[in-house]
């Protein structure tokens, strides 16, 4: 959005800084994905390294659901894969299981019906949002 005032022009451009919300209640899989669009938007979609170094922070040393499952390899809402950070062996064609966890910055795939905690994508709240000003 630009906006003029007194000769000089103001671009505004709003971003979200948090986009993750850790969940600290095990879950299966999919009771996870339900309480994400619940609460949440869905179970976290994780698009490049930056982010999956957010999600490698905030969830120290705990496995983690994330919204990433094989029917081929798509993430919960529906968007298909572009980024992976799969763990040594992984994926390792389902034997394990078709949901996908993340652990120390890698990515595994598991049984679904396992109960471990879970990260969900949440919409931005003005307090987590903010505005820069370009002149």
Known sequence: VIIS??????????????????????MNW???MEYCRKHHV????????????????????????????????????GKLLSYTKWNIGEPNQGV?????FLHKGHWGDYECESAIYFVCNKECSESESHSKDFH
């Open 30 to 32: 999919t009771s996870a």
């Open 5 to 26: 005032r007194r000769k000089y022009q103001y671009i505004f451009i709003l971003f979200c800084i948090y986009i993750f919300k850790f969940i600290s209640t095990p």
């Open 42 to 77: 869905d179970l976290a979609v994780v698009r490049n390294l930056p982010e999956n170094n957010q999600l490698k922070e905030m969830v120290k040393d705990e496995y983690n659901w994330i919204g990433l499952y094989r029917d081929p390899w798509k993430w919960s809402d």
């Open 96 to 100: 394990n299981g078709p949901c996908v």
